[in-house]
């Protein structure tokens, strides 16, 4: 799933960040900013959604596939806003337009959620659809709104 376009529809809302050196992070993963490490990385779990920055548009480390060298670039381009296609968690038997969305199994997953320290998306559900059953092969689409946690949820 790492090589697979995640974006779906155009909003140019991009930024660049310095990477955390601790961990990579996959093209289309959902990333946060580490301010103890000072850069970019995986969300990893719902707890680190007030650090949310969005869906990484690059893999980190790049691995030249010439001489093996790890590190090559230290950045990573960020997409901050829009509408992305994600994995579903066969733990959400009904997920309508809207819902709440949080970090799921893994950072190309997401997951329904009630609480709202831990959003990170909405649901995008398409009329024809009305409800989708999460699970093992089921995608969905996702809205992202530039800086979450923000008000609205309020």
Avoid: C
Wanted: charged share 20%; glycine share 10%; proline share 4%.
């Amino acid at each position: 799933m790492s090589n697979k376009e995640r974006f779906r529809r155009n909003i140019q809302e991009t930024q660049t960040y310095i990477t955390d050196p601790a961990g990579p992070v996959e093209f289309g993963d959902l990333t946060r900013w580490n301010a103890a490490a000072g850069g970019a990385t995986r969300l990893a779990a719902a707890g680190n959604a007030a650090e949310f920055l969005g869906v990484a548009e690059g893999s980190v480390p790049v691995t030249s596939n010439i001489d093996n060298v790890v590190g090559l670039e230290d950045l990573l381009t960020v997409r901050h806003e829009g509408v992305f296609e994600f994995k579903t968690s066969a733990a959400d038997a009904a997920i309508i337009h809207g819902d709440k969305l949080t970090i799921g199994a893994d950072n190309q997953t997401v997951l329904k959620t009630a609480i709202d320290a831990e959003v990170v998306a909405f649901a995008n559900i398409p009329r024809s659809l009305v409800v989708v059953v999460g699970g093992p092969g089921v995608e969905i689409e996702i809205e992202i709104r530039r800086n979450f946690p923000n008000a609205d949820l309020a």
